[in-house]
């Protein structure tokens, strides 16, 4: 906005106060030759009332007059107009500096001394009613500013809302997480994202997006949908990694990116899957809070590479001490204190290693808390750290959460099969449990089901898949290093897989009075003995491979086995 | 030092843009404008962008290296959609060092760019 200068072609109504009489209409015909209005005051009393009924322009004030002078006078205009600046001008005998001092102390803007030059004043009233109009624009600029920010704060506050509906925050509360999140302006660009997939495996996101408030946070909008959506079918972290990449890409303008961390935590199996494109390091922490592993950002950011470019592979890890996983975003590792250095790796290590398990994380957001010293953040502070026990609370927590149905609802599909069919082709691009289980949502399956037969069904499928199909030997978990190895040397061999058949049936049937799911799998491979497995007590399978075909023989199931242990049938109840 | 200084160079088909002091946000319109300048030179086959005297990046900034690159390529592409060669080939981000450097590493940008 300009500053514009108006050069006065309105007509002004400006009071004149004066005691002396000839004064008066001298500078009254004077004011009306110019063009403005004059309105005639006789001492200060009545320069009050006077401007209270005609709320002039510009004042001309005498200095010395009767009953109250104009140094009073102009002083009570001030207080009791303090929102309303017009311009005061003396016009006086009394020409000291202390007098001309006085004269602006008590609120006056310009002075003239008598006698009054009336050139000098004609050319004063317009430099004065020009600073005037500048004063009157900046109030109302002021009062236009006010209102937008009114208008943005409530719409920051709807967009606040949304994010946090659409984000879930109220739904998670897995005892497991702890979250912290320190914006950098009203809300964050960071968000934190937990869900629960059918096995009770926790699928978590912390997302950075592409500077901070609610531009960042419009960018981290999209994922949400998608990461439930997938979660809840039960799809790997390393698909959602690939789907959410996709989206970004497709919604977002090029310049336009997402740093995340997604991590798939296992409680059962102890088992964590880490993708890390942008962020600082996740780290695992040790009960002693020393850090014992740290995956570096070796991904660009969600929405950079294009589908066929990006690269979903996740890291894996196995933990058999307990500890604590921690995520961060590169705020809170760049945050400064009032020097300027950044809270950094370091500062963060020593945090961690300060502090029993129980009180690491309160330590940590203190010690950051304490680091930025009440100054406000450069950009958004997020930390979440996922607790990772050894004892398994997963298993109990899994029969307890899964509602048996009672009865079988009429009106539902009751004699449906499916039958598939998986080449390697297949194998290598299509998450069979996922899909699967999307389908028997289709056809109705009880949610009540929903999580046990996700459990067996992933249970079969991985051991034909990879026992039979790929050739792996569960041994290997046990050596050290072993988990991380078995994923890898299995990713390998399903990329380079060229020969096998998986064969897998679903159906719903009735048998005996009872309602049944049959699932059936058979794998070209060459089996197993089975025979030395099934009766062994769950709870004496303290391997680090799964809770296994046992488990499944303990839900209630009837497992067979045929052939030469390639071949596997599970009759689950429904009813 | 606020501002972003940009110094464009064109010598044999290789465009240099030498950039110098904070490369942020604020950068956005100078960066833009010499990028076009750069793009609308049929001369050029090879963009390098000097970071060596740049002392902050920040993720905007990472964008915008994001979208130029993606202008670039599209202008380097034959008119089946086929690239000409791969990206890295054609940019380069070099005298990358210190936090540039750092911030570079942990955004992977190495498999968008050359970098050196």
Redesign the interface.
């Known amino acids: 906005m300009p500053t514009y200068i108006p050069h006065m072609p309105k007509q002004l109504k400006i009071l004149v106060v004066d005691d002396t009489e000839p004064n008066l209409l001298l500078v009254s015909k004077f004011i009306n030759k110019l063009g403005h209005q004059a309105v005639q005051a006789r001492n200060g009393r009545e320069a009050l009332e006077k401007f209270h009924e005609e709320s002039p322009d510009l004042v001309l004030m005498d200095v010395m007059m009767p009953e109250m002078d104009g140094y009073e006078a102009t002083a009570r205009i001030r207080e009791l107009y303090p929102n309303k600046w017009v311009p005061i001008i003396f016009l006086t005998a009394r020409s000291q500096d202390t007098d001309h001092v006085k004269g602006i102390q008590v609120g006056g803007d310009d002075y003239i001394t008598k006698p009054v030059n009336l050139v000098i004043l004609e050319a004063r009233i317009k430099a004065v009613t020009r600073i005037a109009e500048m004063q009157r624009q900046i109030v109302e600029n002021s009062e236009q500013l006010e209102h937008y920010r009114d208008e943005n704060e409530r719409e920051l506050q709807l967009a606040k809302h949304l994010i946090e509906k659409i984000t879930h925050y109220d739904n998670y509360d897995h005892n497991s997480i702890r979250l912290w999140n320190k914006p950098a302006q009203h809300f964050s660009g960071d968000i934190f994202l937990v869900g629960l997939t059918p096995a009770k495996e926790i699928h978590f996101l912390l997302a950075d997006g592409?500077?901070h408030g609610l531009s960042a946070a419009l960018n981290v909008i999209p994922l949400a949908e998608v990461f439930y959506g997938m979660t809840s079918k039960g799809f790997a972290i390393s698909s959602i990694a690939h789907e959410l990449n996709r989206k970004i890409k497709q919604l977002m303008?090029?310049?336009?990116?997402v740093?995340a961390t997604l991590a798939s935590v296992n409680l059962g199996d102890r088992i964590a899957h880490i993708w890390n494109?942008?962020?600082?390091p996740a780290l695992f922490v040790d009960e002693e809070g020393k850090v014992r592993r740290a995956w570096?950002?070796?991904?660009?950011?969600l929405g950079?590479?294009n589908e066929t470019?990006f690269d979903a592979t996740t890291e894996v890890f196995h933990w058999n001490e307990p500890g604590q996983l921690y995520m961060c975003s590169?705020g809170l590792l760049e945050a400064q204190n009032g020097a300027g250095e950044e809270f950094g790796l370091a500062r963060l290590e020593q945090a961690l290693a300060s502090a029993p398990m129980e009180q690491r994380f309160e330590h940590l957001v203190q010690a950051i808390d304490l680091h930025m010293d009440g100054l406000s953040a450069h950009d958004d502070v997020s930390l979440a750290a996922l607790h990772c026990p050894v004892s398994a609370p997963g298993e109990p927590a899994l029969a307890a959460g899964t509602e048996r149905a009672a009865g079988v609802p009429d009106a539902c599909p009751r004699r449906w099969k499916i039958s598939l069919r998986l080449t390697p082709s297949e194998l290598k691009t299509i998450d069979v449990v996922p899909m699967l289980l999307g389908w028997m949502d289709q056809l109705r399956l009880h949610p009540g089901h929903r999580g046990q037969v996700f459990l067996i069904f992933t249970e079969l499928f991985n051991n034909s898949l990879d026992h039979g199909i790929l050739g792996l030997d569960s041994a290997l978990k046990f050596e050290p290093d072993g988990f991380e190895r078995y994923f890898d040397t299995r990713r390998q061999r399903l990329t380079s897989l060229l020969q096998g058949v998986l064969e897998i049936e679903v159906e719903r049937l009735r048998q005996q009075d009872h309602e049944f799911l049959r699932m059936h799998i058979k794998d070209s491979g060459n089996g197993f003995d089975y025979r030395s497995i099934i009766g062994s007590d769950v709870s004496a399978n303290t391997r680090p491979s799964g809770r296994g075909l046992a488990l499944i023989n303990s839900l209630g199931s009837r497992m067979e086995f045929a052939g030469n242990g390639s071949e596997v049938t599970v009759y689950y109840p429904l009813s | 030092m606020s501002a972003v200084q940009i110094k464009i160079s064109v010598e044999s088909g290789n465009a240099k843009i030498a950039m110098a002091g904070r490369f942020d946000f604020n950068s956005h319109r100078q960066f833009r404008e010499a990028y076009q300048q750069v793009l609308d030179n049929p001369a050029v086959k090879e963009i390098e962008i000097d970071l060596g005297a740049v002392d902050y990046l920040d993720s905007s900034a990472l964008g915008m290296l994001l979208l130029l690159r993606e202008k670039f390529l599209a202008g380097t592409s034959h008119s089946d959609g086929s690239q000409k060669t791969s990206a890295s080939n054609l940019m380069a981000l070099t005298n990358c060092r210190g936090v540039v450097r750092q911030v570079l590493e942990v955004a992977n940008f190495n498999k968008l760019f050359t970098i050196r």
């Open positions: 592409t500077g303008p090029t310049e336009r990116f740093a494109g942008g962020n600082p570096k950002s070796v991904h660009p950011a950079v590479f470019e590169d």
